[in-house]
């Protein structure tokens, strides 16, 4: 597990069910930004949308578009480790 301290966040979907995610990562990709997402059993990327202070996520109706994000961040992420 992470010692870190995270950010966690209620996603009510279409049909009301809610789920906790923790908030993994924001991050900016080709001028749109994105909040990586992770439950128990996924991990999900939502575009963040608004200005500071005032904003919120969107999500991703495509899971190609979805995955493709997942997948260069994951890209960045591998080639500049944190250190």
């Known amino acids: 597990m992470h010692d870190e301290p995270r950010d966690y966040i209620t996603i009510e979907d279409d049909h009301g069910n809610r789920k906790d995610y ?3 990562a924001l991050f900016d ?20 949308e608004g200005e500071e202070g005032n904003q919120f996520l969107v999500g991703i109706s ?9 997948a260069a961040y994951e890209i960045a992420v591998e080639n500049a480790p944190a250190d």
Not at 29 to 48: N, R
């Open 29 to 48: 990709m080709e001028d749109e930004s994105y909040a990586l997402l992770t439950s128990v059993d996924e991990t999900i990327v939502m575009k963040v």
């Open 22 to 24: 923790a908030v993994e």
């Open 62 to 70: 495509d899971p190609a578009e979805s995955e493709a994000i997942l």
